[in-house]
C-alpha cells in the first residue's frame, strides 16, 4: 500500500450525540487500549487541519475544539459548524463512532471523489455514508437556506447538493457503526481476533 498523501483539507470529528442506546459517550469507548477520539485523531492524520466538534468541550480532549452552531440533535449540526468555521474549501466530516474506518480508505474517498461537487459521500449496501464524507464549503450557503426551512434530514440535504456518491460495498466493514454496547462488545471481540 503506498503511503498516504496529505489531503488538501480539514477534518472534523463529531462527538456531539448523546448517545443514549449506547449508554455512555461514545469517543471514551477504548479499542486495543485507545480511545476512539484518539484512534480518529490519529487517523485523520494526513489532513492539514483537524478539530473536535460536540456540545461542551470534555475536559479529558486536549484537541482543538469546537462547540455546535445549532441547538439541534443531528448529524447535519456537526456538517454544518464544520463549514461555517472552516478556512478551507474541503472539509471531511467523520462520526466518532465508526472505530473500524482507516485512513486508507479515507484516502479512496477523496481520490474517487468528484471535486467539482459540493459533497463527496459513500455509498455502502445501500446506506449513504453523510458522516464519513467531504464536503465543500460552497455547500454551506445551500445548507444555511435549507436549516432555515426547518429541514435538518442529512440525507434530504444531500439530494439538494451536487453531491458525488461513491460505491464502496467493498468497504463495508470499515463503515460499521457503533451504536450499542452490543456492537462494541462485537468489535471489540473482532479487533482482538485479528491481533491474536
Known amino acids: ?28 469507548a477504548e479499542l486495543n487500549n485507545i480511545r476512539l477520539i484518539d484512534h480518529m485523531w490519529n487517523m485523520c492524520l494526513d489532513f492539514e487541519n483537524r478539530y473536535v466538534i460536540g456540545k461542551e468541550e470534555p475536559e479529558e480532549v ?22 461555517l468555521n472552516s478556512k478551507q474549501e474541503w472539509n471531511f466530516i467523520i462520526s466518532c463512532d465508526l472505530p473500524l474506518m482507516n485512513s486508507h480508505v479515507i484516502q ?6 468528484d471535486q467539482t461537487a459540493d459533497a463527496i459521500v459513500p455509498h455502502v449496501k445501500n446506506y449513504i455514508q453523510s458522516t464519513c464524507a467531504f464536503y465543500h464549503k460552497r455547500a454551506l450557503a445551500k445548507i444555511q437556506s435549507i436549516v432555515n426551512q426547518n429541514e435538518f434530514r442529512v440525507n ?41
Not at 161 to 183: A, G, H, P, R
Request: with cysteine; hydrophobic share 40%; glycine share 6%.
Open 108 to 113: 479512496l474517498i477523496w481520490e474517487m471523489g
Open 62 to 83: 486536549s484537541y482543538p475544539f469546537i462547540s455546535d452552531a445549532l441547538d439541534i440533535q443531528t448529524p447535519l449540526n456537526g456538517i454544518y459548524t464544520a463549514l
Open 1 to 28: 500500500m503506498p503511503d498516504n498523501k496529505i489531503i488538501n483539507a480539514s477534518s472534523f470529528i463529531l462527538i456531539g450525540g448523546f448517545s443514549r442506546r449506547f449508554g455512555s459517550p461514545k469517543w471514551k
Open 156 to 196: 434530504d440535504i444531500l439530494d439538494k447538493l451536487n453531491t458525488s456518491y461513491i460505491f464502496m460495498d467493498d468497504c463495508e466493514e470499515e463503515f460499521t457503526n457503533m451504536n450499542m454496547v452490543e456492537d462494541y462488545i462485537k468489535i471489540k471481540n473482532r479487533t482482538f481476533n485479528q491481533q491474536s
